[in-house]
């Protein structure tokens, strides 16, 4: 199973960006997919997520309204389409995938991670 982010950069707050995540060697659909990131000194967290049992899609509070998360099954891919950034949203961000249902939010449920994409949102 591979995954490979992309997307990140330097953008001014208020400011928006798409990342994407290839995925490759494994049934896509049948994955529920993760976006996580990781700010300097800061635990991995949950940014949006979404379950391959229903299709539905969840957002951390701090993201709610700005971020959405997105997939196109017949390119692997998955998105994250983040709006109205602010400095706070500065990290490394991280695409992962797992089987199951279940703490979807949870990072250590997950074994198979991108490399990580930099976004960087300056005031």
């Known amino acids: 199973l591979q995954l490979a982010e992309s997307g990140g950069g330097l953008v001014q707050a208020g400011g928006s960006l798409k990342l994407s995540c290839a995925a490759s060697g494994f049934i896509f659909n049948e994955y529920a997919i993760a976006w996580f990131r ?40 998955l998105y994250l389409q983040m709006n109205s950034l602010s400095p706070e949203d500065t990290a490394v961000y991280y695409c992962a995938a797992r089987l199951g249902s279940a703490n979807l ?5 997950y074994a198979d991670w991108g490399q990580g994409t930099q976004v960087i949102v300056s005031s």
């Open 38 to 77: 990781q700010a300097p000194g800061k635990e991995r967290e949950a940014v949006a997520w979404m379950s391959s049992d229903d299709g539905i899609t969840h957002c951390a509070d701090s993201v709610k309204g700005r971020f959405t998360i997105s997939k196109d099954n017949n390119k692997n891919t």
């Open 105 to 109: 939010a949870w990072s250590k449920g």
